[in-house]
């Protein structure tokens, strides 16, 4: 009986150490990868920019995305226009655009590949500088509110 049991306990040794299952903790996670560049970040009024957003997949270059589009809109404004872009080459997609009107702008590079969504954002200037979005109405009703409080307690 003693022999048995050794035996299956040395059947069992050897099946785990041959296992092929791998480390999962040595194993590297692949992620969609996009880099954003606008340029210049500062333009003037109905200059050119380039829009540039390099894609990538642990160490390959997606040049097969299912969709890549920059949307882009004026600090505070409501409209934001979608442009759809194609792969030009070694996982870039660009756009050249002109702005006629001068502020803050921001953009969002939506990228959809190999079943993941990156969406990196980036804030250029067109001109003179309008209002950030940073400054937002919620963040001043915050500021209105704690001077309510400063003032209800020296009541």
Request: with cysteine; net charge negative; hydrophobic share 35%.
């Amino acid at each position: 009986m003693k022999k048995m049991i050794l035996a299956s306990l040395l059947f069992l040794l050897l099946l785990a150490g041959c296992s092929k299952e791998t480390d999962p903790q040595n194993e590297e996670i692949e992620f969609l990868e996009v880099n954003l560049v606008v340029d210049p970040e500062q333009a003037i009024v109905n200059e050119t920019i380039r829009f540039t957003a390099d894609v990538s997949f642990g160490k390959d270059k997606v040049t097969d995305a299912d969709e890549v589009k920059f949307e882009i809109w004026r600090s505070q404004s409501e409209e934001h226009e979608e442009i759809v872009v194609q792969h030009s080459k070694d996982g870039r997609y660009e756009l050249e655009k002109q702005f006629s009107e001068e502020g803050t702008y921001y953009v969002y590079a939506h990228v959809t590949a190999r079943g993941m969504h990156n969406m990196p954002k980036k804030e250029f200037v067109v001109g003179a500088p309008s209002e950030p979005e940073t400054k937002s109405k919620s963040n001043m009703n915050q500021s209105e509110s704690k001077k309510a409080e400063n003032s209800s307690q020296h009541h």
